[in-house]
């Protein structure tokens, strides 16, 4: 489906979010006012009862304006809630000028179009979803490179956004080409410890900030040690609570109980657990203890984790996990589907195939 059909948008995110009524979500890059670059965000509504195309009913819900009026930033997810939505931009950008020129004589590629801003940092842009009020808060913090958002939700006047991050202002692709990835295992663990380092982090985005002290923490919420300080520039300097951690070990490709906890308070994400950009690990996290859980097999690699709810359960963690293998070593399946149980990550059971098959990024679960 193209989009630029519908609507003001020059493409869109594999990360839509779509509501119980069948509404989708979805953000892509534009040229906004005095030909800039900003951000929309879309709104294509479930089929009604006239049976028409609900693509021909997509609307702007909101235009998040750009750091950079030529450069937009990469953008890759964002965040939703009941009454908000939440884009993070950060400082990777696309450098128009080159994408421009890449199809013609410079004989660029897409890749070549990045680079980094090492000054903006990041920035937070929030909206009303039901009125598509901007909220003109400068909402900002120390550079990270973000592919995915986790879980956003609302909590006593405070938007919580929880996000996988990589600190830092360069962009994370630049280490993973085929030349660094067919490097010797010691080699690519060389070629990672010079990488951004990967981090899962809670922001807390205060709401009501009128009248209030410079350099004062705005977060009252108890369950957090995230701040907000209101700086003489009136910009609200974020900082995170980290909340997992290792030593080149990343939690990649999110997923939670979408169906039931998604835009609110929740307890449990599932991921991928990249070992020096190497997928081998299933982990499970408590976002409010920091622990976790991890299923690992030698000389087998994983995928993204798709969490499946058992019908009628009670606890947000009762269903499964599906995640497609790939176990190339000597005298094993090429491949299989691996069942765990989402509450400790115990095997249930896998599916093999004799054949090979490609390592998924993303994927889902129809019933």
């Not at 990488?195 to 350099?215: F, M, S, T």
């Not at 399946?333 to 993303?362: C, G, Q, S, Y």
């Amino acid at each position: 489906v193209d989009l630029c059909n519908y609507c003001v948008i020059n493409g869109a995110t594999a990360h839509p979010h779509i509501e119980h009524d069948g509404t989708v979500y979805n953000i892509g890059n534009c040229f906004g006012k005095r030909f800039s670059f900003a951000y929309n965000i879309i709104k294509i509504p479930p089929l009604q009862s006239d049976r028409q195309d609900p693509l021909r009913k997509t609307e702007v819900v909101v235009q998040f304006p750009c750091s950079d009026r030529f450069k937009p930033s990469y953008v890759h997810s964002f965040g939703l809630c009941e009454n908000y939505i939440v884009f993070v931009e950060q400082p990777v950008k696309i450098n128009l000028w080159k994408f421009l020129s890449s199809w013609s004589v410079r004989s660029t590629t897409y890749m070549d179009c990045f680079e980094s801003n090492d000054s903006m940092g990041t920035w937070f842009h929030v909206a009303n979803k039901k009125t598509g009020e901007y909220h003109n808060i400068k909402y900002r913090t120390s550079a990270f490179n973000i592919f995915h958002h986790i879980n956003t939700y609302e909590d006593s006047g405070f938007i919580i956004v929880d996000v996988c991050s990589w600190k830092g202002f360069e962009f994370i692709y630049n280490y993973l080409w085929l030349a660094n990835l067919r490097e010797n295992w010691e080699e690519l663990k060389v070629n990672a410890r010079k990488a951004p380092h990967p981090e899962v982090r809670r922001y807390v985005l205060p709401l009501d900030i009128n009248k209030v002290e410079h350099g004062k923490n705005l977060v009252s919420l108890d369950t957090t040690t995230a701040t907000a300080t209101v700086r003489q520039d009136g910009t609200i300097w974020l900082e995170p609570e980290v909340l997992f951690s290792g030593p080149r070990q990343a939690f990649e490709f999110p997923q939670i109980n979408y169906q039931n906890f998604s835009g609110k308070d929740y307890t449990y994400t599932y991921g991928l657990g990249l070992n020096h950009f190497i997928p081998d690990k299933i982990y499970k996290l408590n976002m409010k203890t920091k622990e976790h859980w991890l299923w690992q097999e030698p000389d087998t690699y994983p995928s993204e984790p798709i969490f499946v709810p058992r019908p009628d359960a009670m606890d947000e963690d009762d269903g499964v996990l599906l995640t497609s293998v790939v176990s190339p070593g000597s005298g094993q399946k090429p491949a299989f589907l691996l069942i765990l149980d989402a509450k400790d990550l115990h095997e249930i059971a896998r599916a093999e195939v004799e054949t090979n098959i490609p390592v998924t990024f993303h994927g889902m679960y129809k019933p």
